[in-house]
């Protein structure tokens, strides 16, 4: 365990080098205690969470969705709502009011589930607030929670129906059963045909 600890915190120091972290930035917490604070999963949100936020037009008020993928990938699709900040970019100056602040909640995702937590890992270390991580990565999202939204959601518009209730009413009622296009069910009255009369009389 203490191998696979250092292991990670390497990686974090790796990891801020590589995205070009600005020294001007105060790292509040050691990596000791960003990987704590990892460990203990309180920002790591599991996906009934994140599909609760997702449905909930009152939960967006609080939640705010921050996708780290390239421009392309966002503009060909994303969850909806979502600001795009690039994981590259992300300690640009002009993310920083979006990332550090206590307005909202910060959903971050990524092309996956490393992605996310790999930024989450840089931004607790530099003590950035109200960050959460969306478990699964946006192809997961796109598949089981945007494209894959079922019955067990609470929209039934696509559901058929698995009695005729109509029919069953007029049954136990002793009435008939209305059809689909609501015709009468009264018998036909028969036709009778009269025998022409012979013309007699004319202009002869």
Sequence with gaps: MKIINKILILSVIVLMISCGVDNSKKYVLSPEQTLKTYINKTDILPVEKVANIFYCPEKMKTYRFIDLRTPHDFIVNHVDSAINVPAKDIFNNENF??????????????????????????????????????????????????????????????EKP?????????????GTVPTDNNTSSKPKKKLIKRKKKEVTGGCG
């Design 97 to 158: 009011d979006i990332l550090n602040q206590d307005k909202k909640i910060n959903v971050i995702y990524g092309y996956n589930a490393t992605q996310a937590i790999d930024v989450y890992l840089m931004l607790k270390q530099l003590n950035y607030k109200n960050i959460k991580v969306a478990l699964g990565g946006f192809d997961f999202i796109n598949k089981y929670m945007i494209n894959d939204f079922g019955i067990k959601t609470g929209i039934y518009n696509d």
């Design 162 to 174: 698995k009695y005729d209730y109509a029919k069953v009413v007029a049954e136990t009622a002793g």
